[in-house]
């Protein structure tokens, strides 16, 4: 049974950074075209992406956040770690992690999603 | 703004057929397979169609994609009361080095 689930922090200050992981299993983020991706969806609004990490080691970051993003894993405990800096409300939003995967044809093709986590910005 | 182009809404009765629009350009759908998300309210996103047309395991054939140059649409037949959902169409952009999303559909069984 493949799952994956986000924790983190449900409110932020502006200007602080954000880090936020997702947990998973039933999969393993070492195995040949495996990736997870982190995107995120303002209340009412639409699906982003944020950010994308492969097995191996790949990374890929939205053009217009890549500036604030960094995405890591450590495979070993089958997390992966998004941060965000410089928070803005413009920032909050439901922030979910999904796994990638090749096989799909396309490296948009997220096959299973967390429950998602809810990030507040205020002061 | 989303890369990804889809209409804010759509309707239908039950039993009835409906198509959503996805509109890109020759940097995303043009080159790359299309792929669907519905969105039940309050949940997170199911793979709902991959590679323009396929279905994972488990979605019913009600369910049916289709691309052609820079587009792609989804089908729905024979509809019912819970398809009532947001749909997103998906595709990795070669210029963007990543994927990009649709504004999704808001579909409403009347």
């Known amino acids: 049974q493949i799952t994956l689930k986000e924790s983190g922090p449900t409110l932020v200050k502006p200007t602080q950074t954000l880090t936020l992981t997702c947990t998973f299993s039933?999969?393993?983020?070492?195995?040949?075209?495996?990736?997870v991706g982190w995107i995120r969806q303002p209340p009412g609004e639409a699906l982003e992406w944020l950010a994308l990490?492969?097995?191996?080691?790949?990374?890929r970051y939205s053009p217009s956040l890549k500036n604030r993003l960094t995405i890591t894993k450590d495979a070993s405990k089958n997390q992966v770690v998004l941060t965000m800096t410089n928070m803005a409300p413009v920032d909050a939003a439901t922030y979910y992690c999904?796994?990638?995967?090749?096989?799909?044809?396309?490296?948009?093709?997220?096959?299973?999603w967390g429950q998602g986590t809810p990030v507040t910005v205020s002061s | 703004q989303s890369v990804l182009t889809q209409p804010p809404s759509a309707s239908g009765t039950p039993g009835q057929r409906v198509t959503i629009s996805c509109s890109g350009s020759?940097?995303?759908?043009?080159?790359?397979?299309v792929n669907w998300y519905q969105q039940l309210p309050g949940t997170a996103p199911k793979f709902l169609i991959y590679?323009?047309?396929q279905r994972p395991s488990g979605v019913p054939d009600r369910f049916s994609g289709s691309r052609s140059g820079t587009s792609a649409s989804l089908a729905i037949s024979g509809l019912q009361s819970e398809d009532e959902a947001d749909y997103y169409c998906?595709?990795?952009?070669?210029?963007?080095?990543?994927?990009?999303f649709g504004g999704g559909t808001k579909l409403t069984v009347l």
């Open positions: 039933g999969f393993s983020l070492s195995t040949f075209g495996v990736g």
């Open positions: 990490i492969y097995w191996d080691d790949d990374k």
């Open positions: 020759s940097s995303n759908i043009e080159r790359n397979n």
């Open positions: 590679r323009n047309n």
């Open positions: 999904a796994r990638q995967l090749n096989y799909y044809g396309s490296g948009s093709s997220f096959d299973y």
């Open positions: 998906a595709a990795w952009d070669d210029s963007l080095n990543g994927p990009v």
